[in-house]
């Protein structure tokens, strides 16, 4: 999962993305509203935290440019104590929750995990397809009860796969949500990933659909 902070207090974006990070999730930062709005213009993210006061574009003003464009992502903006206006004017631009200013870190990854699981049709924090289940508030993967030992990688694969269960993921969008910008992609890093992960679950849930990509997926007889 990957996901975008636009936030110009350089302290506050940094502990944001560091606790994301540690979460599991891949992170690109923009500190004003213009190169904020570029990135989630052009690039694929699971969630974007969109700041309302920042410099050069103001966030109402970016939120308002993406869901014009029929941009989707689900975005989470962060407010001003005492601006209750500012929570009004972001959600209706288009921003699906709020957290305000000062927050505590929990609070924010909490809410971006419910607006991933949500935008994916999931209700519940933990994510289950036959034998495997996926724990996202702990960022922790089990296959019949016993925890799986994964890299952070494997983990966010094994993650994107399990939001989007019973749907073919081609391998461009793995290696999108997976990697940051600045990453030398290369998409047959993928198969390889694929592979370990298989290891080391060791049922075969993670099919390959030929020219397309891959699918978790419950085997029929199962239930
Ligand atoms: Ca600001």
Redesign the pocket.
């Known amino acids: 999962m990957r996901i975008l902070i636009v936030?110009?207090?350089i302290n506050l974006n940094r502990q944001l993305a560091e606790a994301l990070k540690e979460a599991g999730y891949v992170v690109d930062t923009a500190f004003d509203g213009e190169e904020g709005h570029f990135l989630g213009d052009t690039e694929p993210y699971d969630a974007i935290i969109l700041?309302i006061?920042?410099p050069e574009m103001d966030g109402i003003t970016v939120l308002e440019k993406w869901r014009g464009a029929g941009r989707a992502t689900p975005v989470l903006i962060l407010t001003a104590r005492d601006r209750w206006s500012d929570k009004v004017a972001g959600i209706d631009a288009g921003a699906d929750d709020y957290v305000a200013k000062p927050f505590h870190v929990e609070e924010v990854l909490a809410r971006i995990r419910a607006l991933i699981r949500r935008a994916a049709g999931h209700a519940s924090s933990e994510i289950v397809c036959g034998p495997v289940r996926l724990d996202t508030k702990s960022s922790k993967a089990t296959v019949d009860g016993k925890q799986l030992k994964l890299t952070s990688h494997e983990y966010r694969l094994l993650a994107y796969l399990m939001h989007h269960k019973g749907e073919v993921v081609s391998r461009t969008e793995l290696v999108e949500h997976m990697y940051d910008q600045d990453f030398d992609r290369d998409s047959n890093t993928i198969e390889v990933f694929v592979g370990r992960l298989r290891k080391k679950m060791g049922v075969d849930l993670i099919e390959t659909v030929r020219g397309l990509g891959y699918r978790i997926q419950a085997p029929t007889n199962a239930n």
Do not use: A, K, Q, T
Request: net charge negative; aromatic share 0%; glycine share 16%.
């Open positions: 936030e110009d207090d700041d006061g920042l």
